[in-house]
């Protein structure tokens, strides 16, 4: 049993930086593969980034790339997501999500991770 809970979620002018983080309890935590996701209400579930339980790969989608880094610590149990260049369009509730030893071509399926946080709500302003 793995339980996630974000933080790092606020307010922020368009242009700006946010820090998300994602504590995990749990056993085995290097052996999962940590991922953040978004949800609008009325939208399903949108990957954001992954990174890979074997060697630390990073995976992001392309709204992501060149604005956000995922990076994770196995000591302190813990997967971050650093967010620069906000949009107002990056305005929703993200989740932290874990996967025990997941296929790599699966990191972008919301289906297949075994456990959620309960979200952080993020807000970009023009």
């Known amino acids: 049993q793995v339980q996630l809970v974000e933080s790092g979620g606020g307010l922020v002018q368009a242009g700006g930086s946010l820090r998300l983080s994602c504590a995990a309890s749990?056993?085995?935590?290097?052996?999962?593969?940590m991922g953040w996701f978004r949800q609008a209400p009325g939208k399903e579930r949108e990957f954001v980034a992954a990174?890979?339980?074997?060697?630390?790969?990073?995976y992001y989608a392309d709204s992501a790339k060149g604005r956000f880094t995922i990076s994770r610590d196995n000591a302190k149990n813990t997967v971050a997501l650093q967010m620069n260049s906000l949009k107002p369009e990056d305005t929703t509730v993200y989740y932290c999500?874990?996967?025990?030893?997941?296929?790599?071509?699966?990191?972008?399926?919301?289906?297949?991770?075994?456990?959620w946080g309960q979200g952080t709500q993020v807000t970009v302003f023009s």
């Open positions: 990174v890979d339980w074997r060697d630390g790969s990073t």
């Open positions: 749990g056993r085995k935590f290097s052996s999962y593969g």
């Open positions: 999500a874990a996967v025990y030893r997941p296929n790599l071509r699966d990191y972008y399926r919301p289906e297949i991770y075994d456990y």
